[in-house]
Nanobody, 124 residues
Framework: QVQLVESGGGLVQAGGSLRLSCAAS????????MGWFRQAPGKEREFVAA????????YYSDSVKGRFTISRDNAKNTVALQMSSLKREDAAVYYC?????????????????WGQGTQVTVSS
């Protein structure tokens, strides 16, 4: 069982940056691929980024590629999402997610563990 707790959400101006963090419980963090999803009001939850267990492979949705960076620190049981050049359409609740089945599973929109989410609001 893995518990995920996100932090770092808030209000940011369009064009600005924000860094989300996710802290995971347990001693097997490195056994899980990790990722970020988001859900805007009235929309389905969508994949944002994923990173494999070792941190050597990352995936991004086309909408955030080149602006967002996912990273992990297996020694600290954390995964982060650095968001830059934020747009109004990036506003959403962002969820941290994990899966022992690999980053490809996350990329396909599935996860075995979810955090409770953190709100990101982007103002014009």
């Amino acid at each position: 069982q893995v518990q995920l707790v996100e932090s770092g959400g808030g209000l940011v101006q369009a064009g600005g940056s924000l860094r989300l963090s996710c802290a995971a419980s347990g001693r097997t963090f490195s056994s899980y691929a990790m990722g970020w999803f988001r859900q805007a009001p009235g929309k389905e939850r969508e994949f944002v980024a994923a990173i494999n267990k070792s941190g050597g492979i990352t995936y991004y949705s086309d909408s955030v590629k080149g602006r967002f960076t996912i990273s992990r620190d297996n020694a600290k049981n954390t995964v982060a999402l650095q968001m830059s050049s934020l747009k109004r359409e990036d506003a959403a609740v962002y969820y941290c997610a994990g899966s022992p089945r690999g980053a490809g599973v996350l990329r396909a929109g599935q996860a075995d563990y979810w955090g409770q989410g953190t709100q990101v609001t982007v103002s014009s």
